[in-house]
């Protein structure tokens, strides 16, 4: 088998959305699979459409084109703010997209109504997290604007916190989306379909009780893929978080005097190493000097995955990576050469992983009585 490689195993994953969809259906709050750690990978798509999620979201063109190609036809959502260059391939592939820019969506429009079709709009709303969002005292003026376009309609409004400064989603900041929900429908006499609460960092708050108020719909990327919420990284009661597994191929391995020899300046990525990538992990550290060590080379770098976002076997360190090499101490053990060793990943390790071309994908479905195979 080739390394490196990821190993996915498509059961856990459709467990983990089987048991989300379950628990929010309870609540009225349908479930958006972002599935762009995965870029959009088709199989993924058809586990969690058995699943029952109400649709995907994806901020990339691209992935969307690839998914229609693909032969899904479950709603997809652009969950990225259209680029004004990109809008006629928005509404030909995308049956909703998230928005907050008025000349934007003025050429949606346009572009919505050369195809003859309307194309549904949710407007985001900034509270709190100061990534992408309209203030809550202009959105009553740009959802007026949406409602004179002809080629849009106004699905709905939503909000992303937790991305960008990690700020809480509380019953407070979903109560103030319900509220605006509820005024946008009274001032203008409409109805929303759908108010967007958040994403995965929203599950702290609603499996703890959260008052849901009139949100609807979440858009759950992490704790579908990996069983853990964003905003402590804790694993969610009941999900499996090692759905994915990387594994990599040690190329060399050998005692080696744990302290570097010679005057020191920077490395090939910054500054030397003051401490061992995951500090928190028992073994040798970069600075002190633990005698010989056994020290393992693997074929995996930098251009692969996030090294600070890999977590190694049991009783192994993460030294350091460069572009093509990761550099592992195994303190007593010697791991012979050719030997695979598997690595657990972070969101960001992820998204990394499935975009080089040099790691390899394997999607595992394993049921109890039954294996199947798909190579990618
Ligand atoms: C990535 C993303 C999501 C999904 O976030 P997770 O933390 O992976 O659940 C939801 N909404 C938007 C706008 C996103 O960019």
């Not at 586990?47 to 899904?72: F, H, K």
């Not at 609603?206 to 108020?213: D, S």
């Not at 030997?339 to 071309?357: I, V």
Request: net charge neutral; with cysteine; aromatic share 2%.
């Amino acid at each position: 088998m080739t390394a490196p490689r990821l190993e996915i195993r498509l059961d856990r994953i459709q467990h983990n959305a089987r048991q989300l969809v379950n628990r929010l259906s309870s609540q009225g709050i349908s479930v958006t699979a972002v599935t762009k750690a995965t870029l959009g990978s088709p199989p993924i798509v058809a586990i969690l459409t058995e699943a029952g999620i109400a649709g995907i979201g994806e901020p990339r063109i691209e992935t969307i084109e690839s998914l229609r190609q693909a032969g899904v036809n479950l709603p997809i959502t652009l969950i990225r703010s259209p680029m004004l260059s990109q809008v006629a391939r928005v509404v030909a592939v995308a049956d909703v997209s998230l928005n907050t820019e008025r000349e934007v969506m003025d050429h949606l429009s346009a572009a919505a109504m050369a195809r003859g079709r309307r194309h549904g709009v949710v407007l985001m709303v900034e509270l709190g997290d100061r990534r992408e969002g309209i203030l809550p005292q202009q959105l009553e003026g740009v959802a007026q604007h949406v409602l004179l376009l002809p080629g849009l309609k106004l699905i709905g409004i939503g909000t992303n916190l937790g991305c960008q400064n990690g700020v809480v989603p509380t019953d407070g900041s979903m109560a103030e989306l319900s509220d605006l929900a509820i005024s946008l429908e009274s001032r203008f006499g409409i109805a929303l379909e759908q108010v967007s609460g958040g994403n995965s960092a929203n599950l702290p708050w609603l499996l703890a009780g959260g008052v849901v108020g009139r949100i609807n719909n979440l858009r759950l990327g992490e704790s579908i893929l990996l069983g853990r919420e964003p905003l402590q990284r804790q694993p969610i009661a009941g999900l499996c978080t090692n759905a994915f597994t990387l594994i990599a191929e040690v190329i060399e391995s050998n005692r080696k005097p744990s302290l570097p020899r010679g005057e020191q300046r920077q490395t090939a990525f910054g500054l030397a190493q003051a401490r061992p990538l995951q500090a928190n992990l028992p073994g040798a550290g970069a600075e002190r000097d633990c005698g010989d060590r056994w020290r393992v080379l693997l074929a995996l770098g930098v251009q692969d995955v996030d090294p600070s976002g890999l977590t190694p076997p049991a009783g192994m360190e993460l030294l350091g990576a460069s572009s093509d090499h990761l550099v592992l101490d195994t303190g007593t053990i010697a791991v012979p050469v050719g030997t695979e060793l598997s690595f657990q990943l972070s969101y960001g390790a992820l998204l990394r992983a499935m975009t080089s071309p040099f790691i390899s994908r394997r999607m595992v479905r394993q049921d109890s009585d039954r294996v199947s195979l798909a190579d990618l």
